[in-house]
């Protein structure tokens, strides 16, 4: 192969940053001994009933292209599933597949962003949405909520959020429940964001992978869906990664106003044509079949919760307010500022991988995140050997 200078790249795909994230964990992947609390999945598997109504449909054959906005009947199983969950009704017509949440997003993106168009996003946030904007060409302009100084509780500031609109804003993005933070929008700012978003005609686009996993025994989080007319300027982004322990199969779901279907059926074309025809039939058991197992898994990382919260409030330099929603803890260390070199001494001296807040932008760094969507055990090891650094 020739090793001459390349044809010319795009500056948003040559300017590219690495994960922080992916970083520290492929060189703890390299290492013995690791308790490896740095992606955000869970360490189960699939529930059954789930894998064996793929497996049906792969014996059935099943294993050619789709519609590009998936099969009927899973389209069908996410309009009852949220009709169901919901205060308002969900149309089929306002139902797309997708190829994973994070599709969902870069689709609901293509849809809205020119070059030099801006995107206000609510952060802390998962780094891949602004890296979508980027790659656009857009300008994602983030807003942090605000933290209590004692408490280490998270709150968004909605003034401060709409202040940072300007005539260049095409829509504000919010992730509730909040990756890292754990943040819940209250109902209230959900209805009044929207209110604001129709006022001045920008988009809402609600990331809503978390909906489920919230702790204080509602069904779901606050949610868009219980307020907004189908023609509202809003797109709502899910996925079966989190609630269904399906990360690997990489499906999720866009609601759209009806008319904006038809694009984004062609827009999935160019994009992935449709999603994996066997996994959309695994996404019908899981809706029509998984409350029970959702109910379990929220029971479940709601215990993970309280270890993680009291064995961290137990160390004398950890600030942490318990998450309301999803299943990270993001905690703050005392004496320490810069989470990069922090997680990397962790990683080196605790033998524990953890996320460093740098990575989540805005309002991130001097922070550190942990999932805890893990085993008892394996919680208490990391809790045993994060003691000696952040309880010194
Ligand atoms: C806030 C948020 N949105 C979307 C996703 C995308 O999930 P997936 O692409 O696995 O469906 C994630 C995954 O971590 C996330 O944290």
């Known amino acids: ?77 996410i309009a009852d599933y949220l009709t169901g969950l919901h205060a308002r009704p969900v149309a ?15 689709l609901a993106m293509q849809t809205i962003v020119d070059p030099g168009d801006r995107v206000v996003i609510v952060a802390p946030v998962w780094p891949n949405v602004r890296e979508a904007v980027r790659v656009l060409g857009g300008e994602p302009v983030e807003v942090p909520l605000a933290r209590d100084p004692d408490s280490g509780r998270f709150s968004m500031d909605l003034d401060r959020v709409l202040d940072a609109c300007d005539a260049r804003t095409k829509a504000i993005f919010v992730n509730s429940p909040g990756n890292p933070t754990g943040w819940v ?53 899910n996925s079966f990664s989190k609630a269904w322990s399906m990360t690997g199969w990489r499906l999720g779901w866009l609601i759209t106003p009806p008319g904006l279907g038809d694009l984004l059926g062609k827009l999935t074309e160019f994009n992935v044509s449709c999603a994996t025809t066997f996994v959309q039939h695994g996404g019908i058991a899981a809706l029509r079949g998984g409350e029970g197992y959702v109910a379990g898994l929220v029971a479940r990382y709601g215990r993970a919760r309280r270890t993680i919260v009291e064995g961290l409030l137990s160390m004398r330099r950890v600030r942490v307010a318990e998450p309301e929603g999803a299943f990270y803890a993001f ?15 962790l990683l080196h001296e605790a033998r524990v991988g953890l996320a460093p807040g740098l990575a989540f932008g805005n309002g991130g760094e001097a922070h550190l995140r942990l999932c805890f969507a893990a085993s008892d055990t394996l919680l208490n090891r990391a809790l045993d050997r994060l003691r000696p650094v952040l309880d010194a």
């Open 185 to 237: 929008m209250p109902d209230s700012q959900v209805a009044a964001l929207l209110d604001a978003a129709r006022a001045r005609g920008i988009w809402v686009l609600s990331d809503e992978v978390y909906s489920r996993l919230v702790y204080d025994g509602s069904a779901h989080a606050p949610s868009f869906l219980d307020h907004a007319a189908p023609d509202d300027p809003l797109i709502v982004i």
């Open 331 to 345: 905690f703050s260390v005392d004496g320490e500022s810069d989470s990069v070199a922090l997680a990397y001494r």
């Open 1 to 77: 192969m020739g090793s001459g200078t390349l044809p010319g790249l795009r500056s948003q795909v040559t300017s590219i940053t690495r994960s922080h994230i992916r970083a520290i964990a492929e060189l703890g992947a390299a290492m013995e001994d690791v308790v490896p609390l740095w992606f955000g999945e869970g360490d189960t598997p699939t529930p059954e009933f789930i894998r064996a109504a793929t497996a049906e449909s792969l014996a059935r054959g099943e294993t050619f292209y789709t519609p590009n906005r998936g099969i009927g009947p899973l389209r069908q199983a």
């Open 92 to 106: 089929l017509n306002r139902v797309t597949a997708t190829l994973s949440g994070m599709n969902a997003i870069m």
